[in-house]
């Protein structure tokens, strides 16, 4: 195939300061290892707080000229990247396949999401910008008018790293801030300097978006101080509940305000009127998309009983067969999971739900660095894998004896990103979605979609705040409340 074998041109990563390429001002570097092939693809800045600060400055300095910024030239921005991004496409679905290990399917996916990401964004110059508001006060005009608030900070993970870093600055940056990101260790380039290079290049001005790099291990110190800065107006973070609880707390106490996205233990629910081979391929592809790396999959399958032997004896099957290996092969559905640690996490909460009582319908030893799809049944409610969120491609399936029981079992849980519901009956399925603790639900899809300007989020211990471009921006714009009236 076209990709499959493509070799790596290696490049280091720095930090991206005012529009320009900075090393860390330690002097340090560290390795980014792909986790499929193993090869260092090239040295990154491990960046610390000093260097933090130097960014949140460059983009203090460019907020005023790019906040200034006519809607026209801001769109041309973001259409020249939009269009830099698809005439770059193969060269970055290798950069995602090499350094996330993310498939050719999925890579596809997070290019067209980027692309239409910018060209919606060229449109939010363009949206109403606040109100007339009516007044008691004889003579007096009053308005509630929208401004961007300043230097946003953005947290972004690895594991859609291209969608991800886009998400949590493309739509601040429309709204007229600057921005200063924070890519995670395992994918410094598709998640970071990537987006810098194609913002450049579109001729966003120096200083409106900026990159600081890190060693693995060493987030805290960044996140530390883009909390403690006084030109930081917002923490944008995506990422694990538990780090999203830590710089919550942190943030509190320097007044920041957040968005944060965090994890999701997602149920998908089978009712027993569903078509099974429909119910089987949105399973598939719910669970097991990016390895089951991606905050929306399925993690948790309720199957009405009267369908459960069926639904199992198929889903099991389908999954056993599906191609494990090269992320560079489009053929391949699960590619390797993103380090040792992940592979090893797995194993050891898959061996407690086995020793615990539950029953593997497929998959369950690993491939090294690839995990296979694993299909578990009979897993215990105490089990690590019941309890929380496993990234990862291992899902549990539970037979229940009626809606209502997959309804409650699914509100169980304290996250609520997304869920979907399968069944013949459309209605009952939108009936039953309303009841559902989901930010997100999909009646006859699988859970993992995502549209830029869709209301996306979580309620619960998934998080707070709306991306989708006209909800951001309740969250990266401040109202200001405006009164005239002749002296
Ligand atoms: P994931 O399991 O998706 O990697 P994490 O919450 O560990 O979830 O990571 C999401 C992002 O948060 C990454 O960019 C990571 O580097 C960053 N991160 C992890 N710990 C901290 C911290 N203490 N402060 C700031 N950022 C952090």
Same mark, same amino acid.
């Given at each position: 195939?076209?990709?499959?074998?493509?070799?790596?041109?290696?490049?280091?990563?720095?930090?991206?300061?005012?529009?320009?390429?900075?090393?860390? %001002?330690? /002097? $340090?570097? @560290?390795?980014?290892?792909?986790?499929?092939?193993?090869?260092?693809?090239?040295?990154?800045?491990?960046?610390?707080?000093?260097?933090?600060?130097?960014?949140?400055?460059?983009?203090?300095?460019?907020?005023? /000229?790019?906040?200034?910024?006519?809607?026209?030239? $801001?769109?041309?921005?973001?259409?020249?990247?939009?269009?830099?991004?698809?005439?770059?496409?193969?060269?970055?679905?290798?950069?995602?396949?090499? %350094?996330?290990?993310?498939?050719?399917?999925? /890579?596809?996916?997070?290019?067209?999401?980027?692309?239409?990401?910018?060209?919606?964004?060229?449109?939010?110059?363009?949206?109403?910008? +606040?109100?007339?508001?009516?007044?008691?006060?004889?003579?007096?005009? *009053?308005?509630?008018?929208?401004?961007?608030?300043?230097?946003?900070?953005?947290?972004?993970?690895?594991?859609?790293?291209?969608?991800?870093?886009?998400?949590?600055?493309?739509?601040?940056?429309?709204?007229?801030?600057?921005?200063?990101?924070?890519?995670?260790? %395992?994918?410094?380039?598709?998640?970071?300097?990537?987006?810098?290079?194609?913002?450049?290049?579109?001729?966003?001005?120096?200083?409106?978006?900026?990159? &600081?790099?890190?060693?693995?291990?060493?987030?805290?110190?960044?996140?530390?101080?883009?909390?403690?800065?006084?030109?930081?107006?917002? !923490?944008?973070?995506?990422?694990?509940?538990?780090?999203?609880?830590?710089?919550?707390?942190?943030? +509190?106490?320097?007044?920041?305000?957040?968005?944060?996205?965090?994890?999701?233990?997602?149920?998908?629910?089978? !009712?027993?009127? *569903?078509?099974?081979? @429909?119910?089987?391929?949105?399973?598939? @592809?719910?669970?097991?998309?990016?390895?089951?790396? &991606?905050?929306?999959?399925?993690?948790?399958?309720?199957?009405?009983?009267?369908?459960? #032997?069926?639904?199992?004896?198929?889903?099991?099957?389908?999954?056993?067969?599906?191609?494990?290996?090269?992320?560079?092969?489009?053929?391949?559905?699960?590619?390797?999971?993103?380090?040792?640690?992940?592979?090893?996490? !797995?194993?050891?909460?898959?061996?407690? *739900?086995?020793?615990?009582?539950?029953?593997?319908?497929?998959? +369950?030893?690993?491939?090294?660095?690839? @995990?296979?799809?694993?299909?578990?049944?009979?897993?215990? #409610?105490?089990?690590?894998?019941?309890?929380?969120?496993?990234?990862?491609?291992?899902?549990?399936?539970?037979?229940?004896?009626?809606?209502?029981?997959?309804?409650?079992?699914?509100?169980?849980?304290?996250?609520? !990103?997304?869920?979907?519901?399968?069944?013949?009956?459309?209605?009952?399925?939108?009936?039953?979605?309303?009841?559902?603790?989901? +930010?997100?639900?999909?009646?006859?899809?699988?859970?993992?979609?995502?549209?830029?300007?869709?209301?996306?989020?979580?309620?619960?211990?998934?998080?707070?705040?709306?991306?989708?471009? /006209?909800?951001?921006?309740?969250?990266?714009?401040?109202?200001?409340?405006?009164?005239?009236?002749?002296?």
């Amino acid at each position: 195939s076209e990709h499959a074998g493509a070799a790596w041109q290696k490049r280091d990563v720095t930090h991206f300061i005012a529009g320009a390429w900075v090393e860390a %001002e330690s /002097g $340090r570097w @560290y390795p980014n290892h792909s986790p499929w092939s193993g090869e260092v693809l090239g040295n990154v800045a491990a960046g610390d707080g000093e260097d933090t600060r130097r960014a949140i400055d460059a983009a203090q300095a460019a907020f005023p /000229g790019w906040a200034a910024v006519t809607p026209a030239q $801001r769109q041309r921005v973001f259409l020249r990247a939009a269009d830099i991004i698809e005439r770059r496409r193969d060269e970055i679905l290798l950069a995602l396949a090499l %350094e996330t290990g993310c498939g050719i399917h999925f /890579g596809r996916v997070q290019v067209d999401f980027a692309a239409a990401l910018l060209r919606q964004a060229a449109a939010q110059g363009y949206q109403p910008a +606040g109100q007339l508001m009516p007044s008691d006060v004889p003579g007096t005009r *009053a308005m509630a008018v929208r401004r961007p608030v300043g230097v946003v900070a953005a947290i972004a993970p690895w594991n859609s790293s291209l969608v991800l870093a886009g998400r949590a600055s493309i739509g601040p940056l429309s709204l007229g801030n600057t921005v200063v990101l924070k890519p995670s260790e %395992e994918s410094p380039y598709t998640g970071g300097a990537l987006w810098a290079e194609i913002l450049q290049e579109a001729g966003l001005p120096d200083g409106a978006f900026n990159v &600081v790099t890190h060693a693995p291990g060493e987030a805290g110190a960044i996140g530390d101080a883009m909390l403690a800065h006084r030109h930081v107006r917002r !923490l944008n973070f995506t990422g694990s509940t538990p780090t999203g609880r830590r710089l919550a707390e942190k943030a +509190g106490s320097h007044l920041k305000r957040t968005v944060l996205q965090l994890s999701g233990q997602n149920p998908l629910i089978v !009712l027993a009127d *569903a078509d099974l081979d @429909y119910a089987v391929d949105a399973a598939t @592809y719910g669970a097991f998309i990016h390895q089951g790396q &991606v905050c929306m999959c399925a993690r948790r399958i309720y199957v009405e009983r009267p369908l459960a #032997d069926r639904f199992m004896a198929a889903f099991a099957a389908k999954v056993a067969q599906l191609p494990t290996g090269d992320p560079r092969d489009p053929a391949t559905v699960v590619g390797p999971v993103i380090n040792e640690w992940a592979l090893a996490l !797995l194993q050891r909460r898959v061996d407690e *739900a086995v020793s615990m009582g539950a029953r593997v319908l497929a998959g +369950g030893t690993p491939a090294p660095p690839c @995990y296979p799809a694993t299909v578990l049944t009979d897993v215990p #409610d105490d089990a690590e894998l019941a309890l929380g969120e496993t990234f990862g491609p291992v899902v549990l399936v539970e037979a229940v004896d009626s809606a209502e029981e997959a309804v409650a079992r699914a509100n169980e849980s304290d996250l609520g !990103l997304a869920a979907s519901i399968i069944t013949g009956n459309t209605y009952l399925g939108l009936e039953l979605a309303q009841r559902l603790d989901a +930010g997100s639900v999909h009646v006859n899809d699988q859970p993992v979609n995502d549209e830029p300007h869709m209301p996306f989020g979580g309620v619960k211990d998934s998080g707070w705040g709306r991306f989708g471009l /006209g909800f951001a921006a309740e969250e990266f714009s401040d109202l200001q409340w405006i009164t005239s009236r002749e002296q």
